[in-house]
């Protein structure tokens, strides 16, 4: 029993391994009996048998128990070949690989942002406003045109944390809750292009508001969930990265085509909003709101409509539904609900949904700091989510036009439009390498050394407004052509990545809106003060205003990639139910993350790449986890007995 006890504290990465094959057949019979229907004291019917068959669930579950191991489809009774087959693809699978409704639901995201950002100059000049381009001014106009700008993000990340996980849960599912967001945002869309005053527009915004932050808290769980765990990756970044660079780059298009009919350039996001609204009606929701209201029959046809097979269906379902009722049960466990003597109670009760019912709103909020996983999981989301602000990449997109016409000279409107529209497709472009990279080396990867670029191409960019004239142009467009590149390919698509899936289950909906809630925050805060810090860092000489701003997020950069370094851990080879296995472990202490980031870590990357000690050290990169080990030790230890 000690061994058991042991491996239940360790919350080790999936937590069927610990059933035997035996223990695992008697649960699938107990589960399905369920749905058994009497008549006259007799079985008549089973409501679950016409969906998918006891025998298959039963396979299913088994390559749950191990889905790691290769030869686990074969050595499972009953498996046929085209099963086995359809398993061992799975490993190969690409983005190609899905579903139509999945790929529909991928590319949803529209313009918001550059509507956002090129229509600013045209309605506060036709309301009276200062000139937005002039940021040496203060005052009311200028504050007000950073307050409307940024209303949609500061108001936003409010309202968002509050409602998301309200909103999904009485809309019945992921889905439903994102096409009440795409409602909200065509009628700001339509009702900012009629705006008669500016009182009119705030009031679109914050209608607005209320669909930028479901969106952005939903879109990235939908994705991680109704994916594979190999691909996993490429479809967050193609959920979000992709769309919002493309969804940036047809707004500069459209933009130039509309120029200067700033009314038509903030109705245009209406039109994806629609095409948004008919795929998400076709789309297959998440799973995974149905499996927390006990509703598995509907789970697994959702299942069914993203997998290829039955068997693959029920091994994610059977793998969803224990770890959901596993972690509950820890938590229960930990604060003496259970005896800890007591048999294990998740395999044959829901002790989710019974526990759900009794939770208030501000509980499971309460809860994402509270619980050890859940605490470690938010450090790891919420760096990210903050550094990916402080890089300027906003300072850049909302103000790209006043920008690009500083550094050229100008005052020509359209040719700073034409500036921003490269920087808008260059960003499309260097997204692509990280859709390639960020399963195959991970998202840590990529971050690490997207903060570095980031910085140093930041220093490059601050120091070129002190060049004249054309020099002044070629050397701020270098620059953020390399900012741009190193942005692309980690700092902008992995914190979203990131917070889609570091969870556990029973919190994700809230702990995604949480990282929401700190990167809108802090982008509304940018895009407010941005004019006023800008004029404040150029007082002395007012020419010089910008430098002084992009070395201070240079050296905000530059503190988020220390933070990055020694917080966020490695996420890229767990499954999305395995997360636990990562975050059991402490983040300080003498095993803890920040400790063997310090001391293990450091020293390898020095003796590695330092130019003068290269290839002095050899040895093997040092690892956070063991799995083959870990995993080997665990099957021992639950070979000792039952749980």
């Given at each position: 029993?000690?061994?058991?006890?042991?491996?239940?504290?360790?919350?080790?990465?999936?937590?069927?391994?610990?059933?035997?094959?035996?223990?695992?057949e008697?649960?699938?019979?107990?589960?399905?009996?369920?749905?058994?229907?009497?008549?006259?004291?007799?079985?008549?019917?089973?409501?679950?048998?016409?969906?998918?068959?006891?025998?298959?669930?039963?396979?299913?579950?088994?390559?749950?128990?191990?889905?790691?191991?290769?030869?686990?489809?074969?050595?499972?009774?009953?498996?046929?070949?085209?099963?086995?087959?359809?398993?061992?693809?799975?490993?190969?699978?690409g983005?190609?690989?899905?579903?139509?409704?999945?790929?529909?639901?991928?590319?949803?995201?529209?313009?918001?942002?550059?509507?956002?950002?090129?229509?600013g100059?045209g309605?506060?000049?036709?309301?009276?406003?200062i000139?937005?381009?002039?940021?040496?001014?203060?005052?009311?106009?200028?504050?007000?045109?950073?307050?409307?700008?940024?209303?949609?993000?500061?108001?936003?990340?409010?309202?968002?944390?509050?409602?998301?996980?309200?909103?999904?849960?009485?809309?019945?599912?992921?889905?439903?809750?994102?096409?009440?967001?795409?409602?909200?945002?065509?009628?700001?869309?339509?009702?900012?292009?009629?705006?008669?005053?500016?009182?009119?527009l705030?009031?679109c915004?914050?209608?607005?508001a209320?669909?930028?932050?479901?969106?952005a808290?939903?879109?990235?769980?939908?994705?991680?969930?109704?994916?594979?765990?190999?691909?996993?990756?490429?479809?967050?970044?193609?959920?979000?990265?992709?769309?919002?660079?493309?969804?940036?780059?047809?707004?500069?298009?459209f933009?130039?085509?509309?120029?200067?009919?700033?009314?038509?350039t903030?109705?245009?996001?209406?039109?994806?909003?629609?095409?948004?609204?008919?795929?998400?009606?076709?789309?297959?929701?998440?799973?995974?709101?149905s499996?927390?209201?006990?509703?598995?029959?509907?789970?697994?046809?959702?299942?069914?409509r993203?997998?290829n097979?039955?068997?693959?269906?029920?091994?994610?379902?059977?793998?969803?539904?224990?770890?959901?009722?596993?972690?509950?049960?820890?938590?229960?466990?930990?604060?003496?609900?259970?005896?800890?003597?007591?048999?294990a109670?998740?395999?044959?009760?829901?002790?989710?949904?019974?526990?759900?019912?009794?939770?208030?709103?501000?509980?499971?909020?309460?809860?994402?700091?509270?619980?050890?996983?859940?605490?470690?999981?938010?450090?790891?989301?919420?760096?990210p989510?903050?550094?990916?602000?402080?890089?300027?990449?906003?300072v850049?997109?909302?103000?790209?036009?006043t920008?690009?016409?500083?550094?050229?000279?100008?005052?020509?409107?359209?040719?700073?439009?034409?500036?921003?529209?490269?920087?808008?497709?260059?960003?499309?472009?260097?997204?692509?390498?990280?859709?390639?990279y960020?399963?195959?080396?991970?998202?840590?990867?990529?971050?690490?050394?997207?903060?570095?670029?980031?910085?140093?191409?930041?220093?490059?960019?601050?120091?070129?407004?002190?060049?004249?004239?054309?020099?002044?142009?070629?050397?701020?467009?270098?620059?953020?052509?390399?900012?741009?590149?190193?942005?692309?390919?980690?700092?902008?698509?992995?914190?979203?990545?990131?917070?889609?899936?570091?969870?556990?289950?029973?919190?994700?909906?809230?702990?995604?809106?949480?990282?929401?809630?700190?990167?809108?925050?802090?982008l509304g805060?940018?895009?407010?003060?941005?004019?006023?810090?800008?004029?404040?860092?150029?007082?002395?000489?007012?020419?010089y205003?910008?430098?002084?701003?992009?070395?201070?997020?240079?050296?905000?950069?530059?503190?988020?990639?220390?933070?990055?370094?020694?917080?966020?851990r490695?996420?890229?080879?767990?499954?999305?139910?395995?997360?636990?296995?990562?975050?059991?472990?402490?983040?300080?202490?003498?095993?803890?993350?920040?400790?063997?980031q310090?001391?293990?870590?450091?020293?390898?990357?020095?003796?590695?790449?330092?130019?003068?000690?290269?290839?002095?050290?050899?040895?093997?990169?040092?690892q956070?986890?063991?799995?083959?080990?870990?995993?080997?030790?665990e099957?021992?230890?639950?070979?000792?007995?039952?749980?």
């Amino acid at each position: 029993m000690a061994a058991n006890q042991q491996i239940i504290e360790r919350l080790v990465d999936n937590c069927l391994i610990r059933r035997s094959e035996n223990e695992i057949e008697q649960d699938v019979r107990n589960f399905y009996s369920r749905y058994d229907e009497y008549s006259g004291g007799q079985v008549v019917r089973n409501k679950m048998d016409p969906v998918v068959p006891e025998a298959v669930l039963l396979r299913g579950a088994l390559v749950a128990r191990d889905p790691g191991n290769n030869q686990t489809a074969y050595t499972v009774n009953g498996m046929t070949d085209a099963e086995a087959a359809a398993l061992a693809a799975e490993n190969k699978a690409g983005f190609g690989d899905f579903t139509w409704g999945l790929k529909a639901l991928i590319f949803l995201r529209g313009w918001t942002q550059s509507s956002i950002n090129t229509g600013g100059p045209g309605w506060s000049d036709e309301f009276g406003l200062i000139d937005p381009d002039n940021l040496n001014l203060l005052g009311r106009g200028t504050l007000y045109f950073g307050f409307i700008q940024s209303a949609p993000f500061l108001i936003g990340s409010v309202l968002g944390l509050i409602i998301n996980d309200l909103l999904q849960y009485y809309a019945d599912g992921r889905r439903p809750a994102l096409a009440i967001a795409g409602l909200f945002s065509l009628a700001s869309f339509i009702g900012s292009s009629y705006s008669r005053n500016t009182s009119d527009l705030l009031a679109c915004r914050l209608v607005l508001a209320i669909g930028v932050a479901t969106k952005a808290s939903i879109a990235p769980i939908l994705a991680a969930e109704a994916s594979l765990d190999g691909p996993r990756g490429k479809i967050l970044i193609g959920s979000w990265q992709f769309c919002d660079t493309i969804g940036i780059f047809l707004g500069f298009c459209f933009h130039l085509a509309t120029f200067p009919n700033w009314r038509a350039t903030t109705a245009a996001p209406a039109i994806p909003t629609i095409i948004f609204l008919i795929l998400a009606y076709l789309a297959p929701d998440s799973p995974q709101p149905s499996i927390q209201k006990g509703d598995y029959i509907q789970a697994f046809k959702i299942f069914r409509r993203l997998r290829n097979t039955d068997i693959q269906a029920c091994r994610d379902l059977w793998r969803g539904r224990a770890q959901l009722q596993y972690e509950t049960e820890m938590e229960l466990r930990r604060h003496g609900n259970i005896p800890e003597n007591a048999p294990a109670r998740w395999p044959r009760e829901e002790l989710y949904q019974a526990e759900r019912d009794r939770t208030f709103w501000f509980q499971g909020m309460f809860d994402l700091f509270r619980l050890p996983y859940s605490r470690r999981a938010c450090l790891t989301a919420a760096i990210p989510m903050v550094a990916q602000i402080f890089t300027a990449v906003n300072v850049i997109a909302f103000y790209s036009s006043t920008l690009f016409k500083e550094s050229s000279g100008s005052p020509d409107s359209k040719k700073a439009t034409w500036l921003g529209f490269g920087f808008g497709i260059s960003n499309v472009i260097f997204t692509i390498p990280a859709f390639f990279y960020v399963d195959k080396k991970g998202r840590r990867y990529l971050l690490l050394p997207s903060l570095l670029g980031v910085t140093i191409s930041l220093l490059g960019l601050a120091f070129c407004f002190y060049a004249r004239g054309s020099l002044r142009t070629g050397l701020v467009t270098f620059f953020i052509v390399v900012f741009t590149f190193f942005y692309s390919i980690g700092c902008g698509p992995i914190p979203f990545t990131l917070s889609a899936e570091v969870f556990p289950l029973a919190t994700r909906s809230r702990g995604i809106s949480f990282g929401v809630f700190l990167n809108f925050f802090f982008l509304g805060l940018l895009i407010l003060f941005v004019p006023e810090l800008t004029y404040r860092f150029g007082r002395k000489n007012p020419d010089y205003g910008r430098t002084n701003l992009l070395c201070f997020f240079a050296g905000l950069s530059a503190i988020s990639l220390f933070l990055s370094f020694i917080f966020v851990r490695a996420t890229a080879r767990p499954k999305l139910v395995e997360m636990a296995y990562i975050f059991d472990k402490p983040t300080l202490g003498p095993s803890g993350h920040v400790r063997f980031q310090l001391t293990e870590q450091l020293p390898w990357l020095a003796n590695r790449y330092l130019p003068w000690r290269w290839r002095q050290n050899d040895d093997d990169k040092p690892q956070f986890v063991s799995w083959s080990q870990e995993r080997e030790e665990e099957m021992r230890q639950a070979a000792n007995g039952p749980a």
